[in-house]
C-alpha cells in the first residue's frame, strides 16, 4: 500500500513539471508570437528593403526614403542627359545622403546664353616657389624674373580665378580629354615645377600623427581654398627632381599625403638640365631615372609627364626629343604620355586640331604690369576665347562656326 502511494505520489510530482513546463512554454510563444505581430505588417510582409545607391531612381521616390529613414539631404543639380528629377550619382554617409539630379538636357538657348564653347583655350598656370615675403620687384614677383611669387600674392591669384569662375582640374584629366566642370565655368591648372620645399614645408605632426604644413606654403593655401570654396575642385600637379620635396625627413611621406588628397606628382627630371646642352643617353638617364625614383616611392600613382626644364628643347625636332617621350635607362623601360614647355599663353582644348600633349604651352604666373604674357595679359586675352563648360565631360559642344577644328571623338557633338 505504501508502495502505490509512493507511486501515485511521483506521478504527481511529473504531472505537475510537465504542466509547468507547458504553461511556461505557452507565456514565451505568445511573448515572441507578439513581438512576431509588433514587428510586421498585418500583410505579413518583408521589411522594407535597405537602399544604399540611389542612382537613377526618380527625386520624389528618394526624398520619400529618405524622411521614412530620417536621412539628411543634400541636393545638387546638373545638366544631363538623364531624365529630369532622375538621380545620376548618390552617396550615404552618416545618415547623410548626397545626390545630384539631372536638370534634362540643356537647350540650345541655354548653350548660346553661357557662350558654351569646348573649343576655347586652357589656361595651364606655371608656379614654383611660394614664400611668406614681401614684394620685392613688380606685383607679387619674389625675384627679378617672377618665377617666386608671394604666398599673399599667390592667394590673391587663387580668388581671382574662382570669382572669374575658374575651376581647377587635374592636367592628367585635361590631357585625356576628361574636363568635369559645371555648365558655364571654365578648367584651369596649376603646376609647380623643381619640389621647392616652400610648396608643402611640414612644420610638425598633429596629435593623430598627420602632417602639419605650413599655412603660407603653397599646399597650406591650397588647403584653406579647398575648405573656403568646395566647388574650386581645389588641384595642382607637382614636378619633382631628385631631391623630391626638398625635406628628407618627410619626403616619401609628403608625396604620399599629396596623391592621397588630391593632387598629382610629375616627373621634371633629375638634375634639371638643359637638354639642349646634354648627350641622347644623359637624356635618357634624365628621364628614366626620374621615372624609376618615383615608381619606387608611389608605384603608378604618379603621372609619365615630363615638365622640360628651361622648357628646353625649344623645337621637338632636336635630336633629344624622341628619347624625352620613350626610351631606356639601365634596363627601365619608360614612355612619356606628355611634356609641358615654359611657353607663355593658354593652351588649345584638347578637343582641337591642332592640341598636341606632348608640346603644351604653360602660362607664366607672375606680374609684368599687363604686358610680356603675364597673369593679368592671358587672362585678358582669355576673355574673347575662353573654354567654357557644358557641364558634362561626355559631350563636346561647341559653337557651329568652329566644327572644322573638332577632332574626330567618340563622344557626343553638340553644335549651336
Request: net charge neutral; with cysteine.
Given at each position: 500500500m505504501k508502495r502505490k502511494r509512493l507511486k501515485l505520489k511521483?506521478?504527481?510530482?511529473?504531472?505537475?513539471?510537465?504542466?509547468?513546463?507547458?504553461?511556461?512554454?505557452?507565456?514565451?510563444?505568445?511573448?515572441?508570437?507578439?513581438?512576431?505581430?509588433?514587428?510586421?505588417?498585418?500583410?505579413?510582409?518583408?521589411?522594407?528593403?535597405?537602399?544604399t545607391d540611389f542612382k537613377n531612381m526618380e527625386l520624389s521616390k528618394v526624398l520619400e526614403y529618405a524622411e521614412k529613414n530620417k536621412l539628411e539631404v543634400k541636393t545638387t543639380y546638373e545638366y544631363n542627359e538623364a531624365k529630369e528629377d532622375t538621380v545620376i550619382s548618390s552617396e550615404l554617409k552618416d545618415k547623410i545622403l548626397t545626390i545630384v539630379v539631372s536638370k534634362g538636357e540643356i537647350s540650345l538657348d541655354t548653350l548660346k546664353e553661357k557662350g558654351v564653347n569646348e573649343l576655347g583655350k586652357v589656361p595651364i598656370m606655371m608656379y614654383h616657389g611660394i614664400v611668406d615675403k614681401e614684394n620685392q620687384y613688380t606685383g607679387g614677383n619674389v625675384d627679378k624674373d617672377g618665377y617666386t611669387r608671394t604666398s599673399k600674392a599667390f592667394q590673391e591669384d587663387l580668388e581671382f580665378y574662382y570669382k572669374n569662375n575658374y575651376r581647377m582640374i587635374k592636367?592628367?584629366?585635361?590631357?585625356?580629354?576628361?574636363?568635369?566642370?559645371?555648365?558655364?565655368?571654365?578648367?584651369?591648372?596649376?603646376?609647380?615645377?623643381?619640389?621647392?620645399?616652400?610648396?608643402?614645408?611640414?612644420?610638425?605632426?598633429?596629435?593623430?600623427?598627420?602632417?602639419?604644413?605650413?599655412?603660407?606654403?603653397?599646399?597650406?593655401?591650397l588647403e584653406s581654398m579647398k575648405k573656403k570654396y568646395p566647388d574650386f575642385q581645389v588641384t595642382a600637379?607637382?614636378?619633382?627632381?631628385?631631391?623630391?620635396?626638398?625635406?628628407?625627413?618627410?619626403?616619401?611621406?609628403?608625396?604620399?599625403?599629396?596623391?592621397?588628397?588630391?593632387?598629382?606628382?610629375?616627373?621634371?627630371t633629375i638634375s634639371h638640365p638643359d637638354f639642349t646642352k646634354i648627350s641622347i643617353d644623359k637624356t635618357k638617364e634624365e628621364v628614366g631615372k626620374m621615372y624609376k625614383k618615383l615608381e619606387e616611392i608611389i608605384p603608378n600613382d604618379y603621372q609619365k609627364i615630363v615638365a622640360l626644364p628651361f622648357g628646353s628643347p625649344y623645337k621637338k625636332t632636336h635630336s633629344n626629343y624622341p628619347y624625352i617621350l620613350k626610351g631606356d635607362y639601365n634596363g627601365y623601360s619608360y614612355e612619356t604620355v606628355a611634356a609641358l614647355r615654359v611657353g607663355w599663353e593658354s593652351e588649345v582644348s584638347p578637343f582641337d586640331t591642332s592640341f598636341d600633349k606632348a608640346f603644351l604651352k604653360r602660362c607664366r604666373a607672375y606680374d609684368n604690369n599687363g604686358k610680356e604674357f603675364d597673369i593679368e595679359m592671358n587672362f585678358k586675352l582669355l576673355e574673347k576665347n575662353r573654354f567654357i563648360s557644358d557641364g558634362d565631360s561626355k559631350i563636346i559642344t561647341i559653337p557651329e562656326s568652329s566644327k572644322s577644328k573638332l577632332i574626330e571623338t567618340d563622344k557626343k557633338v553638340v553644335t549651336y
Amino acid at each position: 500500500m505504501k508502495r502505490k502511494r509512493l507511486k501515485l505520489k511521483a506521478k504527481g510530482v511529473v504531472c505537475l513539471v510537465v504542466l509547468v513546463l507547458i504553461v511556461v512554454g505557452l507565456i514565451f510563444g505568445i511573448k515572441g508570437l507578439g513581438n512576431k505581430l509588433a514587428s510586421s505588417p498585418k500583410e505579413n510582409k518583408q521589411k522594407e528593403e535597405v537602399i544604399t545607391d540611389f542612382k537613377n531612381m526618380e527625386l520624389s521616390k528618394v526624398l520619400e526614403y529618405a524622411e521614412k529613414n530620417k536621412l539628411e539631404v543634400k541636393t545638387t543639380y546638373e545638366y544631363n542627359e538623364a531624365k529630369e528629377d532622375t538621380v545620376i550619382s548618390s552617396e550615404l554617409k552618416d545618415k547623410i545622403l548626397t545626390i545630384v539630379v539631372s536638370k534634362g538636357e540643356i537647350s540650345l538657348d541655354t548653350l548660346k546664353e553661357k557662350g558654351v564653347n569646348e573649343l576655347g583655350k586652357v589656361p595651364i598656370m606655371m608656379y614654383h616657389g611660394i614664400v611668406d615675403k614681401e614684394n620685392q620687384y613688380t606685383g607679387g614677383n619674389v625675384d627679378k624674373d617672377g618665377y617666386t611669387r608671394t604666398s599673399k600674392a599667390f592667394q590673391e591669384d587663387l580668388e581671382f580665378y574662382y570669382k572669374n569662375n575658374y575651376r581647377m582640374i587635374k592636367l592628367s584629366d585635361y590631357i585625356n580629354g576628361e574636363i568635369n566642370v559645371e555648365l558655364g565655368y571654365s578648367p584651369i591648372i596649376l603646376t609647380f615645377d623643381d619640389g621647392n620645399d616652400n610648396n608643402f614645408k611640414v612644420t610638425g605632426r598633429d596629435a593623430s600623427g598627420e602632417l602639419i604644413f605650413d599655412p603660407m606654403s603653397a599646399i597650406g593655401i591650397l588647403e584653406s581654398m579647398k575648405k573656403k570654396y568646395p566647388d574650386f575642385q581645389v588641384t595642382a600637379i607637382f614636378f619633382l627632381n631628385s631631391a623630391l620635396c626638398n625635406q628628407p625627413e618627410y619626403n616619401e611621406e609628403i608625396m604620399k599625403w599629396l596623391v592621397k588628397n588630391g593632387y598629382e606628382i610629375g616627373n621634371h627630371t633629375i638634375s634639371h638640365p638643359d637638354f639642349t646642352k646634354i648627350s641622347i643617353d644623359k637624356t635618357k638617364e634624365e628621364v628614366g631615372k626620374m621615372y624609376k625614383k618615383l615608381e619606387e616611392i608611389i608605384p603608378n600613382d604618379y603621372q609619365k609627364i615630363v615638365a622640360l626644364p628651361f622648357g628646353s628643347p625649344y623645337k621637338k625636332t632636336h635630336s633629344n626629343y624622341p628619347y624625352i617621350l620613350k626610351g631606356d635607362y639601365n634596363g627601365y623601360s619608360y614612355e612619356t604620355v606628355a611634356a609641358l614647355r615654359v611657353g607663355w599663353e593658354s593652351e588649345v582644348s584638347p578637343f582641337d586640331t591642332s592640341f598636341d600633349k606632348a608640346f603644351l604651352k604653360r602660362c607664366r604666373a607672375y606680374d609684368n604690369n599687363g604686358k610680356e604674357f603675364d597673369i593679368e595679359m592671358n587672362f585678358k586675352l582669355l576673355e574673347k576665347n575662353r573654354f567654357i563648360s557644358d557641364g558634362d565631360s561626355k559631350i563636346i559642344t561647341i559653337p557651329e562656326s568652329s566644327k572644322s577644328k573638332l577632332i574626330e571623338t567618340d563622344k557626343k557633338v553638340v553644335t549651336y
